[in-house]
């Protein structure tokens, strides 16, 4: 993910140190059940998509904006189905530390999203809609988001230390 401007401006003062922050990922599902998925250019790596809310952007608006920005899919905010801290924080080939606490969303495409699905900035090498019996190598917190984004109803997973995914 692109790194945001307030995040380079408080890297400016600390450092590489770690910082917590926020973050938002996006399940979005279109018509036929299939799962939107990009292929992220800083690893080469399928996964749901996701980003760093703006200060004061609200966590929906964020999942809607990343998914325009990187697929060109429009979509809506069904429902939280996940609220989780990555157990490990990420260290970037930079040094930089970061730890992110996460808001999935479950989102539906909407009409014609599926026709639009393009890579549409520099942080995809690909996009796609992947079958949820179809889904390519995925890291375990992303197959994760999807398990918990498929089920058709239910309450918002919420993170203990006991039942984090790996």
Not at 26 to 39: E, K, S, Y
Not at 73 to 96: A, S
Request: proline share 7%; glycine share 8%.
């Amino acid at each position: 993910m692109a790194t945001p401007d307030f995040i380079r401006d408080l890297r400016a003062t600390a450092g590489h140190q770690l910082l917590f922050l926020p973050g938002v990922s996006a399940v979005v599902f279109d018509d036929q059940g299939r799962v939107l998925l990009g292929r992220r250019a800083d690893n080469g790596a399928w996964s749901v998509i996701g980003g760093i809310p703006e200060p004061g952007e609200q966590p929906a608006d964020c999942a809607v904006r990343e998914v325009f920005e990187e697929t060109h899919v429009r979509c809506t905010p069904e429902r939280v189905v996940l609220v989780h801290t990555r157990e490990k924080p990420v260290v970037y080939p930079n040094g930089d530390i970061c730890q992110y606490m996460d808001i999935t969303f479950r989102c539906r495409a909407t009409a014609l999203a599926a026709a639009e699905a393009r890579v549409n900035d520099d942080e995809s090498l690909d996009v796609g809609w992947f079958g949820l019996d179809e889904l390519p190598d995925l890291k375990r917190f992303a197959r994760f988001r999807i398990e918990q984004a498929a089920e058709a109803e239910g309450p918002a997973w919420f993170g203990t230390a006991e039942t984090a995914p790996a």
